[in-house]
C-alpha cells in the first residue's frame, strides 16, 4: 500500500510539472513565431478568443488574457463588455416564434497597454457563446439523470457528453449553427472598429491593426464554417447603430434573402489574421459529417481530404485577402478523448502540431483523466507561453 500510495504522490507531481509528458512537435523542426512577432511589429494586436464544447461564464478567458499580456509586457487597462444579439437585430429575426433571443452571448475585450509605449495595445476579445445551448442541454440533464449511476460515470457523462459532446450535436442543427455564426460574424465586426471600446463604433481605418485567433475544440469548426459560409439566411434586420459602414445589407435583385454578413466583412478581418492556434481540435471529428459513404478509400487519401478541405482551405482564404499565408498551430493532448491530431505533412511549414499532457490526473501512463485532458490546454503555462513568444529555432 504504500508502495502504490508514493508512486501515485510520484505520478501526480511528475504530470503537474511536466517530468513525464515533454511536448512533441511535427513536424520535428517546425518553428512558428507567436504574437510576439506581431506586438513588436504592430501598434495594435487584436486576438479572437472563440471558445469549445461545454458551458462557460463570460469571465472564462480573463486569466489566459491577462498572464499572456504579462509574458508580452502589457500592462492592463480596462475590460467592456456586451451582451450579443442586442434586442433590435433580433427584433424582426423569426429564428424562434415566441422567445427572445437577444443577449444570448457574450463579447468581452480585456484592453492592455505597453507601459514604455502607450501607443501599442494588445486587445484580447472573447466571444463566450455557450448560453446559446444551455436550455437544451439542461433538459438532456434533467432526463438523464440516474442516482444509481456510478461516481465517475456521473462526471463523464455529465461533464464529457452531456454538457459537452452534445453541443457539437446542437452546433449541426442548422438553426443553432447559423445563430452561433451569427454572434460570432458580429465579433469579428465589431473587432474591426477602429476602437473597439468607444461607445459609439466607428469604421475609417480599415488597415489598422493585426489579427490573432486563437480558438479551442468547436470554436475551430465554427471558424472554419465562418469563412467559408458566411452568415446568410436572414430576411428581416434592423441594423445596430455604428454597424452601417462595415456591413451591406444590399442584396441583387435576385436574390430573396439579403445577405447578414456579406463576405466583405469577414475578408476584411482576414486580411490581418497573422496566426491561428486550434487548441484540443476537433476538426477531424466533426468534418467526418461531410465524407461520402466508400469502402475502398485508402487512409491517405482521407488525410488529404481533411488536410485540404479543413486546414488548407483556412489559410488559403486568409492569404488571397492579405497576401501572406497565416501559420496554423494545433495543441492536443493525447489523452483528450475529444481532440484529434491534423494531418502533417513533412515538408509543410505552414502547420504545425504540438502534443502536450495537460490533464490534471495522469497515473504512470495508465489512466488519465480526459475531461481536462479536453479542457485544460488554455490553463497550461506552457501552451500560453508558447502561444505567446512562438518557437524559434536557432
Given at each position: 500500500m504504500k508502495i502504490f500510495l508514493f508512486l501515485l504522490l510520484i505520478s501526480i507531481l511528475a504530470s503537474s510539472c511536466g517530468i513525464l509528458s515533454p511536448r512533441r512537435i511535427q513536424p520535428p523542426n517546425a518553428k512558428f513565431k507567436g504574437i510576439r512577432h506581431s506586438?513588436?511589429?504592430?501598434?495594435?494586436?487584436?486576438?479572437?478568443?472563440i471558445h469549445g464544447m461545454g458551458r462557460k461564464k463570460n469571465t472564462h478567458y480573463d486569466k489566459l488574457s491577462r498572464c499572456m499580456a504579462r509574458e508580452l509586457g502589457y500592462e492592463?487597462?480596462?475590460?467592456?463588455q456586451w451582451s450579443y444579439p442586442t434586442e433590435p437585430w433580433l427584433k424582426q429575426?423569426?429564428?424562434?416564434?415566441?422567445?427572445d433571443l437577444s443577449a444570448q452571448s457574450?463579447?468581452?475585450?480585456?484592453e492592455f497597454r505597453d507601459p514604455k509605449n502607450q501607443e501599442k495595445v494588445l486587445r484580447f476579445c472573447s466571444l463566450v457563446w455557450s448560453p446559446v445551448t444551455e436550455a437544451s442541454k439542461r433538459w438532456l440533464l434533467k432526463l438523464d439523470d440516474d442516482p444509481r449511476r456510478a461516481l465517475l460515470n456521473v462526471f463523464l457523462k455529465k461533464k464529457v457528453m452531456t454538457d459537452g459532446f452534445s453541443d457539437a450535436v446542437i452546433y449541426l442543427n442548422p438553426v443553432f449553427n447559423e445563430y452561433i455564426r451569427i454572434n460570432l460574424g458580429f465579433a469579428m465586426a465589431h473587432m474591426e472598429a477602429d476602437d473597439p471600446m468607444a461607445a459609439t463604433l466607428s469604421f475609417e481605418d480599415p488597415s489598422k491593426g493585426k489579427n490573432i485567433i486563437i480558438s479551442a475544440s468547436l470554436g475551430s469548426k465554427m471558424l472554419w464554417d465562418m469563412f467559408h459560409k458566411g452568415v446568410d439566411s436572414l430576411k428581416y434586420f434592423t441594423m445596430p447603430p455604428g454597424f452601417e459602414d462595415i456591413i451591406d445589407f444590399h442584396s441583387p435583385p435576385d436574390s430573396i434573402i439579403p445577405p447578414f454578413l456579406p463576405p466583405h466583412t469577414i475578408e476584411r478581418f482576414a486580411s490581418k489574421v497573422e496566426g491561428?492556434?486550434?487548441?484540443?481540435?476537433?476538426?477531424?471529428?466533426?468534418?467526418?459529417?461531410g465524407f461520402q459513404p466508400n469502402t475502398s478509400i485508402s487512409a491517405d487519401t482521407l488525410n488529404n481530404i481533411a488536410y485540404f478541405d479543413w486546414y488548407k482551405?483556412?489559410?488559403d482564404f486568409i492569404e488571397t485577402k492579405n497576401g501572406n499565408r497565416p501559420q496554423l498551430v494545433v495543441f492536443n493532448d493525447p489523452n483528450d478523448?475529444?481532440?484529434f491530431r491534423i494531418p502533417i505533412k513533412a515538408n509543410n511549414k505552414d502547420m504545425v502540431l504540438v502534443s502536450m499532457k495537460v490533464a490534471l490526473f495522469?497515473?504512470?501512463?495508465?489512466i488519465a483523466e480526459p475531461g481536462s485532458a479536453h479542457t485544460r490546454i488554455d490553463k497550461s503555462a506552457r501552451a500560453r507561453r508558447l502561444i505567446a513568444n512562438g518557437l524559434i529555432r536557432k
Open positions: 506586438t513588436d511589429s504592430e501598434n495594435v494586436v487584436n486576438v479572437l478568443l492592463y487597462v480596462q475590460t467592456k429575426l423569426n429564428l424562434h416564434p415566441g422567445q457574450y463579447f468581452r475585450i480585456m491561428i492556434y486550434m487548441l484540443s481540435n476537433q476538426l477531424p471529428l466533426i468534418g467526418m459529417v482551405q483556412i489559410q478523448l475529444l481532440g495522469d497515473f504512470l501512463h495508465l
